[in-house]
């Protein structure tokens, strides 16, 4: 008995860990610094996409933070019991039951969403849901009543406690979810979400042509435009948000506009620079040509530090070559060709009639969206389109 006890304790413990993993993601996709999570495999298996999701959350609560605490409680509950701290009765063995049948429902109410809605396996996910079964199976047959029989009406009599510690469940989970929030300055970002949609909302409409890289979705109600430079840190930060909210989101079309901060191909630019940024611009849309406009896309922001100093980008064509699998050669020839160049003009002409004042700068079915890079803020204007 003993043993099984230790084994429902070890793997509710286990199902702690697997929360408190993707309750850190879950904020780091928030805050955009998730990076290359370990459970982000490929386009299918990816924990991204699942905390990007519109049922990462239920009523602001995070699930993973709910997960965590719940599955704490229980592991309290199961300790009480086997520390006879708490007498094994019908009531206390119906309240554990309960408690691990409603994880066990839930799990399986999420991955259903996840599968059929979201159309992606979160891996840690799954994790939870699996030991969420081996926990009700645990507890349902190790721990048997020493006297009595369950009834529902003891809960608002001798054992109302049982019915308090459940309410604390929810509470708590709220509780802990403010204070994150608060911690990384979230509160105070929820707090301008408002502000933001509404100026979004009332402000002007523009007109764009889909001249750029283009990652096309099948919900024509949801269409963003982006305006970066390859060497903007801010767009780095932006891109990997958007790569997420994407995974979460396939079905919304996303153009990509380059927009480099360089007079030498942007004439709404003040002074010339060393052309780079413009080079960078020029690569995404030849390697577009060949199929790999958002490989180059990814590959440049990746290696925006080490490009940042330099000058000669030439010397890289065998490294593009090698990693992105395109031709460097052809590459080469349509990067320093006039059409272009008249292509990047063209985008950063309807960027300056766009009225745009810096990068990245985000539009939602056509209307600047302010902060549009926040991923709480996408998310938002775009549940008021859907």
């Keep these: 008995m003993n043993k099984k006890i230790n084994f429902l304790l070890a793997s509710l413990a286990i199902t702690v860990g697997l929360f408190i993993y993707l309750t850190v993601h879950h904020y780091a996709v928030k805050l955009g610094v998730s990076g290359d999570a370990i459970c982000s495999i490929n386009a299918k298996i990816n924990c991204d996409a699942a905390a ?25 509950f199961v300790l ?61 047959s190790l721990f048997r009543p020493e006297e009595g029989s369950f009834r529902l009406g003891d ?65 024509n109600k949801v269409t963003l435009v982006e305006f970066a430079d390859f060497k903007c840190p801010h767009c780095k930060a932006a891109s990997q948000v958007l790569d997420v909210f994407l995974k979460g989101n396939p079905d919304v079309t996303l153009i990509y506009k380059p927009y480099p901060l360089d007079g030498t191909c942007n004439k709404s630019m003040p002074s010339k620079g060393d052309g780079t940024r413009c080079t960078m611009a020029a690569w995404a849309i030849c390697a577009e040509k060949q199929g790999h406009g958002w490989d180059m896309h990814h590959w440049l922001f990746d290696k925006q530090e080490e ?78 389109v859907r």
Excluded at 80 to 89: A, D, P, R
Excluded at 117 to 123: D, F, G, R, S, T
Excluded at 181 to 186: I, P, T, V
């Design 155 to 219: 809960y608002f009599s001798a054992y109302r406690s049982h019915l308090i510690l459940l309410i604390c469940i929810p509470v708590t989970s709220w509780l802990v979810a403010g204070m994150i929030q608060e911690q990384y300055g979230l509160t105070q970002l929820k707090q301008i979400i408002p502000e933001k949609i509404y100026q979004w909302q009332t402000g002007p409409s523009y007109t764009f042509t889909e001249e750029g890289l283009i990652h096309k979705g099948s919900d």
């Design 52 to 76: 990007a999701s519109a049922f990462a959350e239920v009523f602001g609560i995070p699930v993973a933070v709910a997960g965590g605490v719940f599955s704490l409680f229980v592991f309290g």
């Design 307 to 384: 490009l940042f100093q330099v000058t000669d980008l030439k010397t890289y064509f065998n490294e593009v070559e090698k990693d992105l699998k395109i031709d460097a050669k052809a590459l080469a020839e349509c990067s320093d060709s006039n059409e272009t160049y008249e292509l990047i003009n063209r985008t950063a002409t309807e960027g300056k009639m766009a009225n745009v004042e810096g990068t990245p700068t985000i539009y939602l079915n056509n209307k600047k969206l302010p902060y549009g890079q926040v991923l709480d803020i996408l998310k938002a204007a775009v549940k008021e």
């Design 80 to 140: 009480f019991l086997k520390m006879n701290w708490m007498q094994k009765s019908a009531q206390a063995l119906g309240t554990l039951r309960f408690m691990l049948s409603i994880a066990a429902l839930v799990s399986l109410v999420m991955g259903t969403i996840s599968l059929a809605i979201v159309k992606v396996v979160c891996p840690f996910c799954t994790a939870t849901y699996v030991f969420a079964f081996l926990n009700l199976y645990l507890g349902w």
